[in-house]
């Protein structure tokens, strides 16, 4: 079982990233998946959720309308379009498996800077 993240970098503000989450050895489409991020210094957030089943999308109020995450079942892949970036979401960005049975990525990180 494994996720793995990608498609971090460095960006300028007002740039856009789209962070892909790569899963095998499960069938990410029965879990619900969330996005978190870590900046240096503080404690793990919750981003944006997808739910298995009806697949209900919520997120956090610091990107509600900047960010969007979808899932593409064909290619058990969950993504993280990230649009109008600031440089407070800066940080490592973490996805997340949950279905009772929780597993995590090892990140990737999101650099937001001139």
């Known amino acids: 079982v494994q996720l793995v993240e990608s498609g971090g970098g460095l960006v300028q503000p007002g740039g856009s990233l789209r962070l892909s989450c790569a899963a095998s050895g499960f069938t990410l489409s029965l879990y619900t998946m969330r996005w978190y991020r870590q900046a240096s210094g503080k404690e793990r957030e919750w981003v944006a959720i997808?739910?298995?089943?009806?697949?209900?999308?919520y997120y956090a109020d610091s990107v509600k309308g900047r960010f969007t995450i979808s899932r593409d079942n064909a290619k058990n892949t969950v993504y993280l379009q990230m649009n109008s970036l600031k440089p407070e979401d800066t940080a490592v960005y973490y996805c997340n498996a949950d279905r009772g049975s929780v597993y995590w990525g090892r990140g990737t990180q999101v650099t937001v800077s001139s």
């Open positions: 997808i739910t298995s089943g009806s697949g209900a999308i």
